[in-house]
């Protein structure tokens, strides 16, 4: 809000202030439209440029205002009031541990904790039958829990406003589930072999739509006696223990924190900052997001530098205009107020039609990546959000002000020089005044030690990035916002260099004058190219800048995307996977692979065929199981593994006894003999246990979240051996297809058998992997679509600035051909001088563009190997179309020049 007030005021003040100059002065008003809509084809695409940068801040604004509402909104239906979530292990808590720990809370000893609710429950399945007992429709993942109901409205009142007494033999659905399972108050569910009545169907609300520290995918509330039965918990033992967190007044409704609040109690509990972990887990679902601010931003600053050139010569070309009108009386105030007027007309043009263009671009990429989103969410933090476009007036705002501020503020800054000059400066002929010393002026002192300093700084800087101190420092000192000061520092080297270029404009003249002395008519050319340049250094400098940074932020897209998406590309899943092509998580089960193999072959569901075949392992963490906020998934994990594991798996070793011929062998002899072992290569260096290593498999940073891919391999019956707790012994389900292409009726066919024996959930490896690839990969071409968009702006911009350029020498140009120069030489002078300046531009942006983008790379990648790649064709399309575009843009004014007739381009220039 204070951001938003901050854009708006000025905005508003300053068209207050043109209000109130048009009703003062209408005839004002009436020559400033008069000026744009003499000049149509300037003011459209004056327009256009400026319209595409308020629209792409406006776009991104709106989408990630989007993201971020939708994922609050999340939070608030997910979770509510509850902060943590507190669990005995793989026990139950009793009455007497939940009276301490009320204590500790209500003497202020447990954080921000400001409440407490016990509850039983599990995640488990719901499904609908028939008359006949057949399955109609299943949901698996349903966290179906219960509580005390007096001490629910107690913990958070307004998501209990709804939900009534439950009996034993009834069970409230949130609507999501109720919608999927296709039922009503009044209907019937099962879960298992256990039928349940629904008594009511609630919103998702806090309790009414918590999914459990595993985040399950849907909420379901039974009586608590009854969920307790369900949890296998004794009578007064609870599962869980949910606490609330504190909220402020003007605080932002997180958490902000994953640390666990009873570590160091002494309760006995462990507990997960749930709402803490989901924050994080959007955060890193929306890590990406700046770059689309990046590229809004990059739009804005060559927007600008258009509006600034566009007014500029404006002012310049109506020069003799402007004297004429302040000879006749016009005062400073009045001629001031004509151009601050045509820029207000200019920002609201480009104002109304950029929000509204801001507001498609924002749908367009919630249409095209809304969905991966959500997909993403999903598959890799467990999270159901539903992202959508949301309206809000504060980005609109935000977007409209950022872009009608900086035009208008170019304007008053162009109005202001235009007004400061005599009537006399004014009544010369555009560039009159400066004839006699283009090229010949001397420079200060003051501007020498400044371009000294310039020069200093930019090397400094420079020098500073490629340390690793600062790289590493920059990284953990701004985690969630580096790639922003990433950007900012590659802008400011970006600006340094162009302006630092174009002040030796002269002594590169001279260089060449000396180098192609041999070639006259070049050297001519190159003299009458660069002696415009050389006069008009500040619009020089602009246009070098608009390219510079068009090919600054393209570059920088084109390697990030480039060397993400190689790294990010999708995988072949039994290769991360070791052969499998399905794999299912089973905590605090000892499942074996004969008894995974007989539910498949024994379900209805799943045709026999189109299994080749399944393993079951054993697995308990290498260590951690005493630190705060334990989840055995973080951890490197020890696998037991049987002879069919053993004889199926596609796990390379690096390293192999010699005793053994093959890799085969070394796999098989693990599952036989309980005194060696195997250890991937990233878990070596935790292994303690005491037996013999008969080899090093390699390990696939990509295969991380498959436990089984990993960590330590030992005889199956030898994991009860190395635990301290049996209890905590779970189990991973690796299933090979027939056909590792299957269709989706042949996965949820196993998906539906295992979620009947209590296996859930299912992961499809392949699928996640496709995922995860098109995410990064649909990014990074809309990232790329913003730099086209605001290379157009560039590409615009010189075609207006070079027709203007035109108009504003026609003078100049019917006096050389009026004393004989050739309309050849005029004409390559004029593609010469819009040549180089769009390659110097693209030279500076490319080359900086690049070296930032490999540095975010390897602040993203925190340390890991990752192979730079450089997009040379497509790098190489671009600057080539950018080029013929804006030579193409060049000719068209350089043609002009060509037919004009010495007798008419020296008339007065109006």
Not at 416 to 421: F, G, L, T, V
Not at 878 to 887: C, H, N
Request: proline content about 3%; aromatic content about 8%.
């Amino acid at each position: 809000m204070i951001v938003t007030l901050l854009l708006a005021v000025p905005v508003l003040w300053m068209f207050r202030k043109l209000f109130q100059t048009a009703r003062r002065a209408p005839h004002l008003r009436r020559m400033a439209w008069r000026n744009l809509a003499l000049h149509k084809t300037t003011t459209a695409l004056t327009v256009l440029g400026a319209m595409i940068g308020t629209a792409l801040i406006t776009s991104a604004l709106l989408f990630q205002y989007s993201m971020e509402q939708s994922g609050d909104g999340m939070l608030e239906r997910q979770f509510g009031r509850i902060g943590y979530d507190a669990h005995a292990g793989s026990g139950f808590v009793n009455e007497q541990v939940v009276a301490d720990l009320r204590k500790l809370v209500e003497q202020g000893q447990v954080g921000d904790v400001t409440g407490l609710l016990p509850t039983a429950g599990r995640i488990t399945e719901l499904h609908t039958t028939d008359a006949a007992g057949a399955t109609l429709v299943m949901q698996p993942g349903i966290y179906l829990y219960g509580f005390d109901h007096e001490q629910a409205r107690a913990f958070d009142e307004s998501a209990m406003e709804g939900v009534p007494e439950i009996g034993a033999d009834e069970i409230v659905l949130s609507a999501p589930v109720a919608k999927r399972l296709e039922v009503s108050a009044g209907g019937k569910v099962m879960s298992g072999d256990a039928s349940f009545t629904v008594k009511a169907v609630v919103p998702e609300q806090g309790l009414t739509g918590y999914r459990g520290v595993g985040q399950g995918e849907g909420t379901a509330l039974a009586g608590l006696d009854t969920a307790r039965k369900l949890a296998g918990a004794p009578d007064g033992s609870y599962t869980n223990i949910l606490l609330s967190y504190q909220t402020y007044l003007f605080g932002s409704g997180r958490i902000g924190s994953t640390a666990p609040v009873l570590y160091g109690t002494g309760i006995g509990l462990q507990d997960t900052a749930v709402r803490g972990e989901a924050e994080r887990s959007l955060d890193r679902t929306m890590k990406l997001l700046p770059i689309f601010t990046i590229a809004s931003w990059n739009a804005i600053a060559i927007g600008m530098m258009l509006i600034i050139n566009i007014f500029k010569m404006i002012a310049e070309e109506r020069r003799q205009e402007l004297g004429v009108l302040r000879a006749l009386g016009m005062t400073r105030a009045d001629l001031s107020g004509l151009l601050r007027l045509e820029g207000a007309y200019y920002a609201l043009l480009s104002g109304a039609l950029g929000i509204v263009v801001g507001i498609g671009l924002a749908y367009g990429m919630m249409l095209s990546i809304g969905d991966l989103f959500t997909s993403a969410s999903a598959q890799l933090d467990g999270l159901q959000v539903e992202y959508q476009l949301l309206i809000g007036l504060k980005p609109l705002v935000q977007g409209g002000a950022i872009g009608a501020l900086l035009i208008l503020l170019c304007s008053w800054r162009v109005s202001k020089q235009a007004a400061d000059i005599t009537i006399v400066e004014a009544l010369y002929a555009a560039g009159e005044q400066h004839s006699a010393r283009i090229g010949r002026g001397k420079l200060s002192l003051p501007r020498t030690a400044v371009r000294m300093v310039t020069a200093v700084l930019t090397a400094g800087l420079f020098l500073l990035t490629l340390t690793d101190s600062f790289r590493t420092g920059l990284r953990e000192t701004f985690s969630g916002t580096f790639p922003l000061w990433l950007f900012a520092i590659g802008f400011g080297l970006t600006i340094a260099s162009a302006l630092l270029l174009t002040a030796f404009f002269k002594p590169l003249s001279e260089g060449l004058d000396q180098t192609l002395a041999p070639f006259g008519r070049l050297v001519a050319v190159l003299r009458m190219a660069l002696r415009y340049p050389m006069l008009q250094k500040r619009r020089t400098t602009l246009l070098v800048l608009m390219f510079a940074l068009v090919f600054f932020l393209t570059s920088m897209s084109g390697v990030f995307s480039e060397t993400l998406v190689s790294q990010f590309g999708e995988r072949n899943a039994r290769q991360l996977t070791g052969g499998y092509d399905l794999v299912a998580d089973v905590e605090g089960k000892q499942l074996t692979t004969e008894q995974a193999k007989q539910a498949l072959m024994e379900s209805p569901h799943v045709e026999s065929s189109s299994v080749e075949s399944v393993a079951a392992v054993w697995q308990v963490a290498l260590y951690g199981e005493n630190d705060p906020g334990f989840e055995r998934k973080e951890y490197p994990n020890i696998n037991g593994i049987d002879a069919v594991f053993a004889g199926q798996t596609t796990l390379k070793l690096k390293e192999r006894d010699p005793a053994y011929a093959s890799d085969r062998e070394a796999w098989l002899a693990v599952a036989n003999d309980p005194g060696v072992m195997i250890v991937s290569e990233q878990a070596r260096q935790w292994v303690k246990i005491p037996k013999r290593i008969i080899g090093v498999a390699a390990y696939d940073v990509d295969s991380a979240s498959f436990l089984a891919s990993s960590g330590v391999f030992l005889k199956q019956s030898e994991v009860v051996h190395v635990t301290s707790d049996p209890k905590k012994i779970a189990s991973e389900l690796l299933i090979r297809l027939q056909n590792e292409n299957a269709g989706v009726e042949t996965v949820k066919g196993i998906e539906k058998a295992l979620t009947l024996q209590g296996i859930y959930p299912l992961r499809m490896v392949q699928e996640e992997l496709s995922l995860n690839s098109s995410f990064s990969r649909m990014l990074f071409t809309i990232f790329e679509g913003f730099s086209l968009l605001a290379a157009l702006i560039g590409i615009g911009g010189l075609t207006i600035i070079m027709m203007r350029v035109i108009r504003e020498r026609r003078q100049q140009i019917g006096m050389l051909r009026a004393i004989g120069v050739r309309p050849g030489l005029i004409y390559w002078s004029i593609m010469v001088e819009g040549a180089l300046i769009g390659v110097l531009g693209i030279l500076i942006g490319s080359g900086i563009g690049s070296y930032v983008g490999a540095m975010m790379i390897e602040l993203f990648m925190e340390g890991e190997q990752v192979t730079l790649l450089f997009p040379y064709a497509k790098l190489g399309l671009y600057v080539g179309g950018t080029l013929v575009i804006a030579l193409i843009g060049t000719m068209l004014p350089a043609w002009q020049a060509f037919r004009l007739p010495p007798a008419e381009a020296t008339k007065y220039l109006g």
